[in-house]
């Protein structure tokens, strides 16, 4: 692990917290582990991810279907899906400091696979075995209490299904199971022609072991998920499709190629046919899984055909072919997501004879899309010319920020901060000073800092134009 890397991450940390993005969940009563709130900028840009996120799953898409289901769902759905029995990871406390540890993630960093559905004792007998070689992460000791599976679903009590000797209701440990339970309604209400997808952003809830490095591992998060329905058999190229297409999709929300990378999973739960993670080279973590892409073969299906009882088949209307669809999955916790964001657009550059920070956001996902200006907040005239500019554009620009606190050079720096793309500042020209120049303002932009002279009636389509990139 690079120290440097450390350091940015702290950066990130101090930033997100300074300038309005994520505070610690909970933080005057001394936080709550896992638990972040993003503030004012944080949820604009969070808003951002979902829309474009959205707009190329469902509506850049023909046969997409979004879905926004229930949280709390009916205990069964769990056992179903097998989280009840097998949704743990294994973990091992240090007898020395009472850390607790994911032994999976630790065997990892030696270059040990543990299969996800290995029993606890062939687990134990793993660890045993490679002990040695690993130290407590926060003490460096190398003793540990054996390894037991911790099961992540978090319980909660709702209604009846608390009375005494019922079964326990759970948080969500995942969103995509709502799509499944759904499944057969959308193909009643909107008689999708195979293949089809549906679509949903949804909260998910683990009691993760030991949640860290900011937002990337939390106990309450946001996913992302496509679920894609096939014909039986048909998932070769349509897989292939579906990672290109993710994978392009970073790309075009700004993401540094070489901040990305493949990693296909060694060991495939029994019913998958392939698994693909699409990792991000996380500060102070290097590459680490940001989005799964599953080919999950007919088994979520079966599983809720069988516990339900109800028939899930899929009727082909041409052919008169009847089947349970295979489904292709992608995955992607909007935290992560968000953490790559800002992390891939984070730089510290010079500019104007200054070291400042920048966040180089595409416009689409800025939180806030330009700032507007007077150039001196004590001239009436300047700030009543301001506010019109700004009035006018956030009617059909909403994300437009008034800004008239301390001079123009650190209005600069701090919108640099936040990752405004353009600043307007309003002077004694815009009002006449020299005629020729009336009725424009100068238009600063973000990443070279180069300012120009543009006409207010032009400003709106400038930065419309950006955002439609
Ligand atoms: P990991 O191996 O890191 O625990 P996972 O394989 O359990 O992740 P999935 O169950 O496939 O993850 O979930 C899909 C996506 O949800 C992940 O790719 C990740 O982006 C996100 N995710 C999962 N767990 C967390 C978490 N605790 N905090 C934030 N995001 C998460």
Redesign the pocket.
């Known amino acids: 692990m690079a120290e440097s890397d450390n350091t940015l991450m702290e950066k990130i940390v101090s930033l997100c917290k300074r300038r309005g993005f994520v505070y610690p969940g909970s933080e005057i009563y001394g936080g709550l582990a896992?638990i972040y709130d993003f503030g004012p900028r944080g949820v604009e840009l969070l808003n951002n991810l979902k829309a474009a996120w959205w707009r190329a799953n469902v509506y850049d898409k023909e046969n997409h279907f979004g879905l926004d289901s229930g949280m709390f769902k009916n205990p069964r759905v769990w056992e179903a899906s097998g989280h009840t029995s097998g949704f743990s990871?294994p973990l091992a406390e240090c007898r020395k400091c009472n850390a607790r540890i994911r032994v999976d993630?630790e065997l990892g960093k030696i270059g040990v696979t543990a299969d996800e559905k290995m029993s606890e004792q062939a687990l134990n007998e793993l660890f045993d075995a490679h002990r040695a070689k690993i130290a407590c992460p926060n003490c460096g000791k190398k003793d540990f209490t054996p390894v037991r599976a911790f099961n992540l679903l978090v319980k909660t009590n709702l209604g009846d299904f608390t009375s005494e000797g019922s079964e326990p209701v759970y948080l969500p440990g995942?969103a995509c199971q709502g799509i499944y339970l759904d499944y057969k309604n959308i193909v009643d209400s909107m008689q999708p022609k195979i293949p089809f997808g549906i679509v949903q952003i949804g909260k998910?809830f683990?009691n993760?072991i030991s949640?860290r490095n900011f937002?990337?591992?939390?106990?309450e998060?946001e996913?992302a998920?496509t679920q894609f329905f096939i014909k039986p058999h048909q998932n070769k190229e349509a897989y292939e499709k579906i990672k290109q297409d993710r994978w392009n999709w970073y790309l075009s929300i700004g993401i540094r190629e070489e901040n990305l990378r493949w990693k296909q999973h060694e060991n495939l739960v029994f019913y998958a046919k392939d698994a693909w993670?699409i990792e991000y080279n996380f500060p102070s973590l290097g590459f680490?899984?940001?989005?799964?892409i599953?080919d999950r073969t007919d088994y979520d299906l079966s599983q809720h055909m069988k516990f339900s009882g109800v028939d899930l088949q899929y009727v082909d209307q041409e052919s008169g072919e009847k089947f349970i669809p295979w489904i292709l999955e992608t995955?992607?916790?909007?935290?992560?997501?968000f953490l790559a964001v800002i992390s891939d657009a984070y730089y510290e550059d010079e500019l104007g004879g200054g070291t400042r920070v920048v966040l180089r956001f595409h416009p689409r996902l800025a939180p806030v899309k330009a700032a507007v200006f007077p150039l001196l907040k004590n001239k009436p005239e300047l700030v009543a010319k301001a506010r019109e500019v700004y009035l006018a554009l956030k009617k059909d620009i909403p994300q437009i920020m008034w800004d008239d606190n301390g001079n123009v050079g650190k209005r600069y720096r701090r919108q640099d901060e936040i990752g405004t793309p353009w600043c307007i500042t309003i002077d004694f020209d815009t009002l006449g000073e020299t005629p020729d120049l009336k009725d424009t303002v100068t238009l600063r932009d973000r990443d070279t800092g180069q300012q120009e002279r543009v006409a207010i009636s032009d400003l709106k389509a400038r930065i419309q134009d950006s955002l439609a990139q």
């Open positions: 896992g990871d993630k995942e998910a683990r993760e949640p937002l990337f591992r939390l106990r998060l996913q998920d993670d680490d899984e940001l989005e799964g599953h995955s992607v916790g909007l935290s992560r997501m």
